[in-house]
Each structure stands twice: as structure tokens, then as C-alpha cells.
């Protein structure tokens, strides 16, 4: 059964698994000053789990979590695992393993929001065990429940998962079915699932000749990724990122291109005009957007700009 955890803040609580029958605690909190926040370790992990939040304050400590997805709706937020930070926005998404111990510290004068799925132990492992058998192996034996180990690290926004997250936001504060929320709960764990498989196929393109190698190489590319994702609207520098991952530039730059696609300068570009873009359609001059966004001249943003989306800024702000 869930339960609701007593906090300085104001909540809304939606649904509990008696009220439904089924095993889902829906939670929204809202700002209401300062909180900090201390799951309920019998409960996170026993459920299927959204917590909504929006708050200005806001702080969690060292808290051993089920397996969990966190994104950001407004605003970014800084997770810390062990000793490094990782700053999640709109653009990007994180995934923590089960009792994965975790911080997170919001201190901001805007209202900063989250959506956050917590998985029951077990449920997202028995659907990768289904998806990874024959349909008669699964009528003969008992599904696996063993843990699985997902990559913990910023991802870079997943149009399939957002759509299914936001899809289980919605219904699960408008009174639907049980059997609604079953199928978006389903519908997260296998985009999650669907995420590492890709994942697999990024590693497998580093080079290296053991599965270790590549793996701990893999990782230390990501953390890179996690810097430039933070640090990208600066002056960020190849050798930066090549440090935050541990890796000389060579290597990095030569890894980084490997697995994901891309130069880490075409990755900065990008996700600052993603940014831009947002900006522009929230009515910000393009000359204001230029300089939020970290690009040193209004002739080199245009151009660029209109190279990703094909129009320049100002056309595309008179449009919206």
C-alpha cells in the first residue's frame, strides 16, 4: 500500500495501491517554502511510483532508491552520485540502479519542477526477461526477477520515453483505469528497456577489443558528456571534457565520435540550438538568445541556426 509522507510542503495525493487495487502511488508536491525530502524506505521500491514536485528549496541525502528514472520539467537540478554531479534539464534524462545512493539539492529563486518514476523491484527485470525469450520458454518457466545493471549517467532527451513519461503523468493524476496506468507503466519500462539497447549498440562501436575495456571506456566518454551538457553554454574547451572524463583529448574526441554520432563541438551546437530554439518560442529577442545561449557572435548563431532548423531566428520567432 502506499503511503503519504508528512512534509513541510504541500502535496496532492492521488492514488494509493488500496484505493486501486494495484501496486501505484501517484504524488505531487508542490512549493510551499522549504523541504527536504526522506522517502519512506519500505514503500519506494514496494510500488510503482510518480512523484511530481515543484519547489524553490528542496533537498534529498544520500538516499538508497529503487531503480529510477528523474527528469526535469522546468528548470535543471544537479544529482550527485558519488563524487560527481550530474545536471539534468528538459533535454535530458538520468537513470539510477536500485539503492544506487543519491543526493539532489535544489536552491533556486525560479520554481524548479521534476517528474520522477520509481520502479517496483522486479518489474522492469521480468519485462526484459520476457522481451529477451521465446514466446514457449516464457509458458515453461518463471519469469527472472534478477536485477538489472543500467548505465548511470545523463541521457540525452528520448522522444519515445518522454512521450510515455508524460503520458503516465497525465493519466495518473486524472482519475484513470488501473488498468490505463498497468499499460503506461509497461509502456516506460519497455522504452527504458528499448534506451540501454541502443546504449549496447553506442559501446559496442568503441575501440576496443574486451567488452570491459569498452564499457569502462564508454563510461568515461558519458561522464565528458555530462560535462559538456552542464558547461555547454560557456566557454567550454575539448580538453575540459577529455579531463572530466579522464581521457586525453585525442582519445576522447576519437571515443566520443565513435559512440554517439557526433564531434563533441557538434553535440554543444546542438544543444544550444535546442535551447535557443525554446527561448525564441517563449518570445526572447534573438539577440538576448545569442548570448544565453553561448555563441560569441549574431552572425555565427544565424548561420547556424538556420543551417539546423532552415529558416534564420527571426523568421522562425515571427512564426511561432
Not at 540502479?97 to 529563486?109: F, G, H, K, T, V
Not at 520522477?116 to 526484459?128: K, P, Q, R, S
Not at 568515461?220 to 575540459?240: S, T
Request: net charge positive.
Amino acid at each position: 500500500m502506499g503511503r503519504l509522507i508528512s512534509l513541510p510542503v504541500t502535496f496532492s495525493f492521488v492514488r494509493t495501491a488500496e484505493q486501486s487495487n494495484k501496486p501505484y502511488t501517484f504524488c505531487k508536491m508542490a512549493e510551499a517554502g522549504m523541504s527536504r525530502w526522506i522517502p519512506e524506505r519500505p514503500n519506494l521500491g514496494s510500488t510503482n511510483t510518480l512523484l511530481v514536485a515543484r519547489s524553490r528549496i528542496h533537498s534529498v541525502r544520500e538516499f538508497p532508491g529503487p531503480l529510477s528514472i528523474k527528469t526535469v520539467l522546468e528548470g535543471r537540478v544537479a544529482w550527485r552520485i558519488g563524487r560527481r554531479e550530474v545536471w539534468i534539464d528538459d533535454s535530458s534524462f538520468l537513470v539510477l540502479n536500485n539503492r544506487e545512493l543519491y543526493s539532489m539539492q535544489i536552491d533556486s529563486p525560479e520554481p524548479v519542477a521534476t517528474c520522477c518514476v520509481f520502479f517496483e523491484h522486479g518489474f522492469v527485470e521480468t519485462i526484459g526477461a520476457d522481451l529477451s525469450r521465446p514466446v514457449n520458454a516464457r509458458l515453461d518457466q518463471e519469469p527472472s526477477k534478477a536485477p538489472l545493471t543500467f548505465l548511470s549517467c545523463l541521457h540525452p532527451r528520448n522522444p519515445e520515453l518522454s512521450a510515455s513519461i508524460a503520458a503516465l503523468r497525465e493519466k495518473g493524476f486524472d482519475g484513470s483505469l488501473a488498468i490505463v496506468l498497468d499499460e503506461c507503466f509497461l509502456h516506460v519500462a519497455h522504452q527504458l528497456l528499448l534506451q540501454y539497447k541502443e546504449i549496447d549498440r553506442q559501446m559496442s562501436r568503441i575501440p576496443a577489443v574486451r567488452a570491459a575495456t569498452r564499457k569502462e571506456l564508454f563510461s568515461r566518454v558519458a561522464r565528458g558528456r555530462e560535462f559538456l551538457h552542464a558547461e555547454g553554454f560557456g566557454p567550454v574547451r575539448l580538453a575540459q571534457a577529455a579531463s572530466a572524463a579522464c581521457l586525453s583529448p585525442f582519445h576522447f574526441h576519437r571515443s566520443f565520435l565513435r559512440a554517439f554520432g557526433k564531434t563533441p563541438s557538434r553535440y554543444v551546437t546542438e544543444l544550444r540550438l535546442a535551447k535557443a530554439a525554446q527561448l525564441l518560442q517563449r518570445g526572447a529577442s534573438v539577440t538576448e538568445t545569442c548570448l544565453l545561449v553561448g555563441f560569441e557572435s549574431l552572425g555565427s548563431f544565424s548561420a547556424s541556426f538556420r543551417k539546423h532548423f532552415g529558416v534564420p531566428p527571426s523568421v522562425f520567432r515571427a512564426l511561432i
